[in-house]
């Protein structure tokens, strides 16, 4: 493997020395990233342009889940479930140090429940074929106690305990970013795209972008161009031409984070029909819980969507109908809401529930190619058929797919324990930083095991620019727990400056920013 490096720098001069590219790909977050990745590995020179940090979207805020979607099956969606499960098996087998086996439990209330989810799962073990990862057994009351102690048990019957995966999904978009770097893509953060650029036949051939940091103007020709924006395809969609149907309905899903403790288990919670009929979970997460559901549309998508107020009392209000000892507003660590790119079939009434989760790829007359919608689990299979329509648009050189074996950056087995497993590979060297400098194995705060060398190693390799890149994507403490990343922002600024060269009104600069998002992840503590 090449160095892990992602060096803005050299990317930008690369931007910038006049070539033709193959590919450029609007957007870094899971799809775009996906699709950087598939293109390298083809051999095709590719570029991505990502105008914030890579996963800064939706593909930071979502429920963590590498999975076939048991929500899907109840809905008969088969297809997207089977797809879904084989693209599960290959992040285990690509992306080890980022996923992992989550067991679950469904709490069952009635015996005709318990057989009907029972079934149900033995169907989703089926589908997932040789990619299948456990199998989902019948618990009894007892044992459904015993494993979820935060439980209550008042009629309760039982339980069904299945399994699926669980993996860190800003720390997967950053090493795809950095294996699209590896197989010779350039991947840039903090640069928008403004512009297609098209040739006399009103054909695209490249985009016209900034770099945010210094308001400098660039212009890249490229053979195909790939609007992969998530929320934000409508807004490419419109600077190709006037005349296109919206393709994204945005739907907004919020989760909370608490104290594991609430649930008092290694297991996940599932609750597959709340009272409203939607699904609440509470995932074990970085030694937190996650507790989310599902999603409300909304009218408008924007990068920092505000937590709904009805959704944090939903959550709450239904977690306490299960649990003995439900958790209250003070209770909550962080908040943070994410925009589903639903690719919205035709009119406006459907409810999020109903409108389909697949992908939607399409090809304008321009030859602008769009993708949208779809799963993190499946970002790969995205990839794979945006890939092989951009040959077709591009009149590339056909190139098969390689990326079913392509070990993404940090692949390494046995796994490692701790918070150290997320790094997989990269683990030695962020050592390799504290034995060349002790003073590194400093711990950013006493609540958290992150030290001092993964601050700096965000910086020199994962292209981290701002603090909010740290706290937020690289080290995940803002969507664990708001108060206490604020607390160690000061410190964080002052290793960031240190190794960007920067000065003290730069540390003051950081820091009042991401003061003032991460009131947003703040619960009000009523
Ligand atoms: C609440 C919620 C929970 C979810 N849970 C799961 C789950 O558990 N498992 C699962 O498999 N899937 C889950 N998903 C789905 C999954 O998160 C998304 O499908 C995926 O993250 C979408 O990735 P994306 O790259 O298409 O969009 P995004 O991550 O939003 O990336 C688009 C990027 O484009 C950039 N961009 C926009 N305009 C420009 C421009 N002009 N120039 C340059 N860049 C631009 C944006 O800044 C953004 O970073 C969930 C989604 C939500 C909302």
């Known amino acids: 493997m090449n160095s892990p490096r992602l060096d803005r720098n050299t990317a930008l001069q690369r931007a910038a020395a006049p070539s033709q590219w193959d590919l450029a790909i609007i957007g870094g977050g899971a799809t775009g990233l996906g699709i950087a990745v598939d293109a390298a590995t083809r051999g095709y020179s590719t570029i991505l342009l990502e105008q914030h940090d890579f996963a800064k979207g939706t593909s930071s805020r979502s429920t963590k889940l590498v999975h076939g979607g048991v929500r899907y099956l109840a809905m008969g969606d088969i297809k997207l479930v089977y797809h879904a499960l084989y693209e599960r098996g290959l992040i285990f087998k690509n992306a080890p140090h980022l996923a992992h086996i989550q067991s679950f439990i469904i709490p069952c209330y009635s015996f005709f429940d318990k057989w009907k989810y029972l079934i149900g799962l033995k169907v989703y073990d089926w589908l997932a074929g040789r990619y299948r990862i456990g199998i989902s057994k019948s618990v009894s009351k007892r044992e459904t106690a015993d494993q979820i102690p935060g439980i209550k048990t008042n009629r309760l019957k039982g339980g069904v305990r299945y399994f ?13 970013a950095q294996t699209a770097a590896q197989h010779g893509g350039v991947v840039l953060n903090y640069c928008k795209v403004t512009e297609l650029l098209k040739d006399d036949r009103g054909k695209v051939a490249g985009v016209g972008f900034t770099d945010e940091e210094t308001g400098r103007r660039f212009t890249l020709n490229a053979k195909v161009v790939v609007n992969a924006t998530g929320v934000f395809v409508d807004d490419i969609l419109q600077l190709d031409t006037d005349e296109h149907r919206s393709l994204v309905r945005p739907s907004q899903g919020t989760h909370i984070v608490v104290d594991r403790a609430f649930l008092g288990s290694s297991e996940a919670l599932m609750i597959p029909k709340t009272s409203d009929g939607r699904v609440l979970f509470g995932i074990p997460w970085h030694d937190h819980l996650l507790l989310g559901t599902t999603d409300t549309p909304i009218a408008t998508h924007s990068l920092e969507p505000r937590p709904l107020d009805t959704e944090i009392n939903f959550i709450l209000e239904t977690a306490a109908t299960y649990l003995a000892n439900p958790p209250q507003r003070k209770d909550v660590l962080s908040i943070f809401a994410g925009l ?32 949208t919608g779809g799963k993190w689990t499946t970002y790969r299979k ?17 190139r098969a797919c390689r990326t079913k074996t392509v070990k993404i950056h940090g692949h390494q087995t046995p796994v490692q324990k701790g918070h150290w497993a997320y790094y997989g590979s990269d683990a030695s060297g962020i050592q390799a930083l504290v034995d ?16 001092a060398a993964q601050a700096v190693w965000a ?12 706290l937020a994507r690289r080290l995940r403490i803002l969507f664990l727990d708001a108060a206490k990343s604020l607390e160690m922002a000061p410190k964080v600024a002052g290793i960031m400056a240190a190794e960007l060269g920067k000065d003290t009104a730069w540390i003051a600069a950081q820091i009042e920013q991401y003061t003032m998002l991460a009131a947003n992840y703040l619960p009000e503590r009523k």
Not at 341 to 367: C, F, Q
Not at 384 to 394: H, L, N, R
């Open 340 to 371: 589903r790119p639903l690719a919205a079939p035709t009119g406006t009434n459907e409810s999020t529930k109903e409108i389909s989760r697949d992908h939607k790829l399409m090809v304008n007359p321009s030859g602008l190619i769009t993708i």
């Open 459 to 470: 910086v020199r390799h994962e292209m981290a620019r701002t603090l909010e890149d740290v």
């Open 164 to 176: 699926d995966g669980q993996f860190d999904d800003a720390r997967l978009a950053i090493n795809l």
């Open 382 to 398: 995205m990839a794979e058929e945006t890939v092989d329509k951009a040959m077709e648009t591009g009149g590339l050189t056909p």
């Open 436 to 451: 060349s400098e002790p003073a590194l194995a400093e711990k950013l705060h006493a609540g958290f095991d992150h030290i």
